[in-house]
């Protein structure tokens, strides 16, 4: 199966990495493709990758998995999308995530791409991506300067095939960074195995180690999972912060179940968040890790009793090693 990295020339941070990537050995013009805006997106080949690159924004193209299979007839196996980040800190970053809205209602609109209650299957690779892109921007003098981190699940565009993003934060200055843009195709180079060797991150290799990080509550860059997906071994599937699980207060009604009068879309972005990731690593234990610091008596009850109705282990950090 391909693996479709895809870029837009209208982002910077997205633009820099594409043509650090492509100009190492190995690629060749491939065919185009339509766009959504009525343009032609270009294609690159290597080996089983397939680098595609248009000019809009990076969230605006939906489906390009099953439009890049119903084109050439060439099966996607995942999907990796270069992209900029931004913060209202402005610190430089580099980061890595899941994609989905899965917490938006029907009636909503997602203000960065993909379709309310949407998660898309989270890429095997974003643990183990996470952990090498530290080493690598540590090996090329990034850090101190730039932070490394995971960020929460949000935004599009829709995908079908596992998927990830990787991107480099956070002001125009950075996005343009050539030395940010190199370690990011370092990151592909090597995680894909086109530098010859067996790549980074593939589930079906794993051997024994089959725990996978669910993250639920805390902040946008999720630092108390972060904390244990830091360490080898650990996988991790989607990531939901605070804002991804709204919850109306019951006001302290009783009942016997303290999920039950709970509203707002918290279940359904769980439910949903943790089926895709159940899909994404066949045979793997997925263990629901909950950040206790970041949430209230009443709405900590009832995410432990709805994760218990829906036969979803929860565990403590030393339960993933």
Same mark, same amino acid.
């Given at each position: 199966m391909a693996t479709l990295v895809v870029?837009?020339?209208?982002?910077?941070?997205?633009?820099?990495?594409?043509?650090?990537?492509?100009?190492?050995?190995?690629?060749?013009?491939?065919?185009?493709?339509?766009?959504?805006?009525?343009?032609?997106?270009?294609?690159?080949?290597?080996?089983?990758?397939?680098?595609?690159?248009?000019?809009?924004?990076?969230?605006?193209?939906?489906?390009?998995?099953?439009?890049?299979?119903?084109a050439t007839g060439e099966a996607v196996g995942e999907v990796i999308f270069l992209s900029k980040h931004t913060a209202v800190t402005n610190r430089p970053a580099l980061t890595v995530h899941p994609i989905g809205v899965p917490h938006l209602r029907e009636d909503e609109v997602p203000p960065q791409g993909g379709r309310p209650g949407w998660a898309g299957l989270p890429n095997p690779r974003i643990a183990p991506w996470f952990r090498r892109l530290k080493k690598i921007a540590q090996e090329h003098g990034l850090i101190p300067e730039f932070e490394v981190t995971l960020e929460a699940t949000h935004h599009g565009p829709v995908v079908s095939t596992p998927t990830m993003f990787v991107e480099i934060g956070s002001t125009e200055e950075h996005w343009r960074r050539q030395d940010a843009a190199q370690v990011v195709a370092l990151l592909l180079w090597e995680g894909l195995g086109l530098d010859g060797g067996d790549?980074?991150?593939?589930?079906?290799?794993?051997?024994?180690?089959?725990?996978?990080?669910? =993250?639920? $509550? +805390?902040?946008?860059?999720?630092?108390?999972?972060?904390?244990?997906? #830091?360490?080898?071994?650990?996988?991790?599937?989607?990531?939901?912060?605070?804002?991804?699980?709204?919850?109306?207060?019951?006001?302290?009604?009783?009942?016997?179940?303290?999920?039950? =009068?709970? $509203? +707002?879309?918290?279940?359904?972005?769980?439910?949903?968040?943790?089926? #895709?990731?159940?899909a994404a690593f066949p045979g793997g234990e997925i263990i629901a890790h909950l950040d206790h610091k970041s949430f209230k008596g009443w709405q900590k009850n009832a995410i432990t009793s709805f994760l218990a109705e829906e036969n979803v282990q929860v565990g403590k950090p030393a339960d993933f090693f």
């Amino acid at each position: 199966m391909a693996t479709l990295v895809v870029a837009t020339t209208a982002d910077p941070a997205s633009a820099g990495p594409a043509s650090a990537l492509l100009a190492m050995p190995g690629w060749h013009p491939g065919p185009s493709l339509a766009g959504g805006d009525g343009g032609s997106i270009a294609s690159y080949a290597n080996g089983g990758v397939r680098l595609l690159q248009h000019g809009i924004s990076i969230v605006a193209e939906d489906d390009l998995d099953r439009r890049w299979e119903a084109a050439t007839g060439e099966a996607v196996g995942e999907v990796i999308f270069l992209s900029k980040h931004t913060a209202v800190t402005n610190r430089p970053a580099l980061t890595v995530h899941p994609i989905g809205v899965p917490h938006l209602r029907e009636d909503e609109v997602p203000p960065q791409g993909g379709r309310p209650g949407w998660a898309g299957l989270p890429n095997p690779r974003i643990a183990p991506w996470f952990r090498r892109l530290k080493k690598i921007a540590q090996e090329h003098g990034l850090i101190p300067e730039f932070e490394v981190t995971l960020e929460a699940t949000h935004h599009g565009p829709v995908v079908s095939t596992p998927t990830m993003f990787v991107e480099i934060g956070s002001t125009e200055e950075h996005w343009r960074r050539q030395d940010a843009a190199q370690v990011v195709a370092l990151l592909l180079w090597e995680g894909l195995g086109l530098d010859g060797g067996d790549g980074i991150g593939q589930w079906d290799r794993c051997g024994e180690r089959k725990k996978v990080l669910l =993250g639920i $509550g +805390g902040g946008h860059y999720v630092p108390r999972h972060m904390d244990i997906v #830091v360490k080898d071994g650990v996988w991790v599937g989607h990531l939901l912060s605070g804002y991804s699980l709204p919850m109306e207060d019951p006001k302290q009604q009783k009942t016997d179940n303290p999920a039950n =009068g709970v $509203g +707002g879309t918290w279940k359904q972005a769980i439910k949903t968040s943790f089926e #895709v990731t159940k899909a994404a690593f066949p045979g793997g234990e997925i263990i629901a890790h909950l950040d206790h610091k970041s949430f209230k008596g009443w709405q900590k009850n009832a995410i432990t009793s709805f994760l218990a109705e829906e036969n979803v282990q929860v565990g403590k950090p030393a339960d993933f090693f």
